[in-house]
């Protein structure tokens, strides 16, 4: 959700950080911004160094593999198996998105602890700072 919304929010109603709920639309956005950030700084310095792996790339991360035809699923398993920063961020972000299936509270609060600490053990700084 967009800052000032939540600020205003917090502002005008008692309690407001308890009763906010983020849809699954807003968090998919935000974590998706964030793969595409480390996707530029890396596709950058890999291309500085002539390697071109992420170059046409950028699309790929963002959709539902799923949706993918055969052929791409397969070109882009091969990237989301590397050891690109890139992978690891699409991983944490797949990771996240998993949260919306829970049913129970229980179960999904301890995913979300798990999940919540994985970008601090990997030093994955743009999921840290992304809000």
Known sequence: MWDPFIASLEAH?????KEIVFDKFHVAQHLGEAV??????????????????LAGTRYDWL???ATMESRDRREFDVLRRSELKTARAWALKET??????????RPCRKHFRWWQNWPLR??????????
């Open 13 to 17: 109603v008692p309690d407001a950080a």
């Open 36 to 53: 595409d950030r480390v996707r530029r700084k890396e596709a950058k310095t890999l291309k500085a160094a002539g390697d071109d792996t």
């Open 63 to 65: 959709r539902n593999r």
């Open 96 to 105: 996240a998105m998993a949260l919306f299936n829970y049913v129970n509270e």
């Open 122 to 131: 990997s030093r994955a700084k743009r999921f840290i700072s992304a809000r």
